[in-house]
Nanobody, 123 residues
Framework: QVQLVESGGGLVQAGGSLRLSCAASGTILSINAMGWYRQAPGKQRELVAALTSGGSTNYADSVKGRFTISRDNAKNTVYLQMNSLKPEDTAAYYC?????????????????WGQGTQVTVSS
């Protein structure tokens, strides 16, 4: 079983910065991609940023130039550096991982989600 534990959310004023962390644990053969999603009240969950094992990144247009996703492979941890935060960035942020896990001499692909961490940006 794969667990994702997020940290780093909180309350910040507009223009400020926060850094989210997400650590993956469990029996994992490989982490193929990790990313961050967010969900504001009354809205659908949306992709914020993603990072593949090959180093490719993908950002939502609304965060390009302000947010940076990075990863520490040795720690199975992904980070989201958020700068120039805006009130519209307020949401619950969820970590996501696509992983390969072992199973009785073979393997399978799985997806894991964190429990979410709240980011609130005041104007």
């Amino acid at each position: 079983q794969v667990q994702l534990v997020e940290s780093g959310g909180g309350l910040v004023q507009a223009g400020g910065s926060l850094r989210l962390s997400c650590a993956a644990s469990g029996t994992i053969l490989s982490i193929n991609a990790m990313g961050w999603y967010r969900q504001a009240p009354g809205k659908q969950r949306e992709l914020v940023a993603a990072l593949t094992s090959g180093g490719s990144t993908n950002y939502a247009d609304s965060v390009k130039g302000r947010f940076t996703i990075s990863r520490d492979n040795a720690k199975n941890t992904v980070y989201l550096q958020m700068n120039s935060l805006k009130p519209e960035d307020t949401a619950a942020y969820y970590c996501n991982a696509d992983v390969t896990v072992p199973a009785r001499g073979t393997y399978y692909y799985a997806e894991a989600w964190g429990q979410g961490t709240q980011v609130t940006v005041s104007s």
